[in-house]
Nanobody, 125 residues
């Protein structure tokens, strides 16, 4: 699976950005598409994921209520709408995919098989 993420940029605190990720190649019939982020000097952390094809979503506590993950199963795409951005949201955002056989929660980067190249989000104060 190849992943292409885009949509990052520079935004002021309180602003919004929308990230997108498109998957191509060998796509599974049941899989998870997730977003992670990594700030300078910090470990990669879970942001949100969506279970396909049922569409169930999972969010980290730090973004719940501000970020929304959505997408199109038929087009193998996922979006991350980020509102009320904070400087602490700054980092490189990665999309990732893992194959699954059931609906669950996968919050560890090691759970994922394929990764995109990342897109930088910078939130200024």
């Amino acid at each position: 699976v190849q992943l292409q993420a885009y949509g990052g940029g520079l935004v002021q605190a309180g602003g919004s950005l929308r990230l997108s990720c498109a998957a191509s190649g060998r796509i599974y019939s049941m899989y998870v598409m997730g977003w992670f982020r990594q700030a300078p000097g910090k470990e990669r952390e879970f942001v949100a994921h969506i279970n396909w094809p049922d569409g169930e979503t999972v969010y980290s506590d730090s973004v719940k209520g501000r970020f929304t993950i959505s997408g199109d199963y038929a087009k193998n795409t996922v979006h991350l709408q980020m509102n009320s951005l904070k400087p602490s949201d700054t980092g490189v955002y990665y999309c990732a995919v893992r194959k699954t056989s059931y609906v669950g929660r996968w919050l560890d980067p090691r759970d994922y098989d394929s990764w995109g190249q990342g897109t930088l989000v910078t939130v200024s104060s």
